[in-house]
Structure formats: structure tokens, C-alpha cells
């Protein structure tokens, strides 16, 4: 069991930044794979960014290709989302989750393929 809390979210002007963070605890943090997931209002929840247990190989949607970067520290049970150029669009609860996983090659990008999850943090981009 992996327990998942996020931080960092709030109010930012269009082209600022933010740096979200999420804490583990439970057992084997290292040996999830790890993702961020956002959900607009009125809309789907999508996949933003996933990273491999080694941190070695990453995954981002083309919206945010070249704007946000994930990370992890494995020795401080943390992954983290780091957001430059923020635009309005990019308004949505933001949650991470944790992947079962282990492979270093192919990155889970759908929801049903996480098996746990944070209850989110709320980013706002105005304009």
C-alpha cells in the first residue's frame, strides 16, 4: 500500500511557474513507477507526465511537452512536477499516482494502469 500527498498547487499568472510535489509513504516507493494526472472542470481526467522507478525514462503529453519536467527522489520518497510557462488551460486538480509497474522501457499512461493515487492539489492559471 503506497499513501500519496500532493503539494505546491495554487494561483499563478499566465507564464509563471509552479512546482508541485508529491510524498509517499508506504513500502517500495522506488519500485513504482510514477505519474501525474490532471482533470479540468466539465472535462476527462488526463495523463500529464510519468516517470520509471529509476527515474531513467519519462513521459509527457504533448500538451506540455517542453513546458513541464517530472522527477523523482527516491531517497526522499518524493516526485515532483515542475510547470514554467503555465497557461489557463493548464487550470485543473492535479493528482499523482503510483504505478505497480516495473518495467524501465514502456511508461503507464492511462489511468486504469495506476493502482494508487493522491487526492490532488488545485492549480489555477489566470490570464
Known amino acids: 500500500q503506497v499513501q500519496l500527498v500532493e503539494s505546491g498547487g495554487g494561483l499563478v499568472q499566465a507564464g509563471g511557474s509552479l512546482r508541485l510535489s508529491c510524498a509517499a509513504s508506504g513500502r517500495s516507493f522506488s519500485s513504482y513507477a510514477m505519474g501525474w494526472f490532471r482533470r479540468a472542470p466539465g472535462k476527462e481526467r488526463e495523463f500529464v507526465a510519468g516517470?520509471?522507478?529509476?527515474?531513467?525514462?519519462?513521459k509527457y503529453a504533448d500538451p506540455v511537452k517542453g513546458r513541464f519536467t517530472i522527477s523523482r527522489s527516491n531517497a526522499e520518497n518524493t516526485v515532483y512536477l515542475q510547470m514554467n510557462s503555465l497557461k489557463p488551460e493548464d487550470t485543473a486538480v492535479y493528482s499523482c499516482?503510483?504505478?505497480?509497474?516495473?518495467?524501465?522501457?514502456?511508461?503507464?499512461?492511462?489511468?486504469?494502469?495506476?493502482?494508487?493515487w493522491g487526492q490532488g492539489t488545485q492549480v489555477t492559471v489566470s490570464s
Open positions: 516517470i520509471s522507478w529509476s527515474g531513467g525514462n519519462t
Open positions: 499516482a503510483a504505478s505497480r509497474y516495473t518495467g524501465s522501457v514502456y511508461l503507464p499512461s492511462t489511468s486504469r494502469e495506476y493502482d494508487y
